[in-house]
């Protein structure tokens, strides 16, 4: 399946004199949803420091979400023909919060014509950093840039594994950091070359470490670890429209492949 391009001379015109504004998508995944959504606000709140808008989408659902760690309960946006621009609740400085549960089942229920046209609209105001808090089969796996929030205890360390794996089979490709939260400074580097040896013996995968995120953090750590996240290296990230038009060819696969799992889960 190839997603088709609008191929009149204004989207030519535009797209030739216009320059790509510059775009990140940042993944935010853990095995404790509520620690995710708070590295989620620490990393958004330092990035809105050095950045223009910040946008973080939230696929968690409440209270275990972004919206619940500060107490407010923003509407899902459902994506469809008449979805608008991507507008959400302003938290401050520069970030808004965006509740999109139902991302890829919304993107994978539109026809190519639908997906061009709300994708157009919506590139019109992309943000600069875009945080996705999600889980291994939704948005925030397929990011150009994966942070693995990890829980601050040796027996949260499979489960941190597991999430990294089933990621890696939505998009193989790609780095990762790891960041630890609630533990020490030397336990949480402990627990990082514990993740990371396995990784790299079973997954061939080598992820860098971002850092720790303790309980009570001091003035100006946000911006520090903000400072830390990483573009890509030696591959060219994905805009913003082509973000959400893999996410749709995604979902579109997805589809295709699970009525063929379900007629042989029924095979005697």
Request: net charge neutral; aromatic share 6%.
């Amino acid at each position: 399946m190839l997603l088709a391009e609008p191929l009149d001379q204004a989207t030519g015109l535009r797209r030739l004199f216009t320059a790509a504004p510059p775009f990140h998508a940042v993944g935010i995944l853990s095995p404790d949803p509520a620690r995710g959504a708070r590295a989620s606000l620490v990393l958004a709140r330092g990035l809105s420091q050095r950045a223009g808008r910040v946008l973080v989408i939230d696929e968690a659902r409440p209270p275990q979400n972004v919206g619940g760690q500060i107490g407010v309960l923003p509407r899902p946006l459902r994506i469809g023909r008449e979805t608008g621009g991507l507008e959400g609740i302003a938290l401050g400085g520069g970030v808004e919060l965006i509740n999109l549960q139902a991302g890829m089942h919304d993107l994978a229920a539109l026809d190519e014509e639908s997906l061009i046209g709300v994708t157009e609209t919506w590139d019109t105001d992309a943000p600069e950093w875009m945080l996705v808090h999600g889980d291994a089969a939704g948005l925030a796996a397929l990011a150009d840039l994966r942070v693995l929030v990890v829980p601050g205890s040796r027996t949260r360390l499979a489960q941190a594994y597991a999430l990294m794996k089933s990621a890696l089979a939505i998009r193989p490709d790609g780095p990762w950091q790891v960041l630890v939260i609630d533990a020490e400074a030397d336990v949480a580097e402990a627990l990082f070359r514990s993740l990371a040896e396995t990784a790299q013996r079973f997954l061939r995968l080598s992820p860098a470490y971002l850092g720790c995120l303790p309980r009570q953090p001091a003035p100006g750590f946000e911006a520090a670890l903000s400072a830390l996240l990483t573009a890509p290296a030696g591959s060219e990230p994905q805009g913003f429209v082509q973000f959400w038009r893999r996410a749709w060819l995604l979902g579109h696969a997805s589809q295709a492949i699970a009525p063929t799992k379900v007629r042989h889960a029924r095979r005697p």
